[in-house]
């Protein structure tokens, strides 16, 4: 038995929907896409940061210029993190939103929403 040799055939993939629409979807629709996801990335980067600053303590990491930094790359990562889940459901609201304003249809905006 070759323990090396992989039947790629009986793999299943798992994201073949995903991918077929992704085909589906015109360059525009994908930069408003992506447009939509940073903007709900920067949103909640700049929410962790308010939220930050009105707690009134040292912070986690520290104060001073050092601290601020490591926040700051923390918040933003937070911020891309939740926004490629689609924790918030922003970048959702304003694809459909763009949607009804261009006639377009959702399942090409939005591939994932089942």
């Known amino acids: 038995m070759d323990i090396n040799h992989i039947d790629n055939t009986t793999i299943p993939a ?5 991918v077929a629409s ?3 979807m015109t ?3 994908i930069e408003l896409k992506k447009a ?4 709900e990335s920067f949103f909640i980067s700049m929410l962790f940061e308010k939220m930050q600053k ?3 303590g040292q912070g986690m990491f520290g104060k ?3 601290g601020d930094v490591y926040s700051h790359l923390f918040n933003q990562a937070m911020g891309d993190k939740m926004a490629a889940q689609d924790s918030f ?3 959702k609201m304003m694809l459909q939103h763009l949607q009804k ?3 377009s249809n959702p399942k090409l905006l939005d591939p994932t929403d089942r």
């Open 64 to 66: 001073g210029t050092s």
């Open 14 to 18: 798992q994201n073949e929907h995903r």
């Open 54 to 56: 009105t707690s009134g």
């Open 22 to 24: 992704q085909h589906e």
């Open 89 to 91: 459901g922003l970048s």
């Open 27 to 29: 360059n525009k629709q």
């Open 36 to 39: 939509a996801q940073s903007f």
């Open 101 to 103: 304003k261009e006639g």
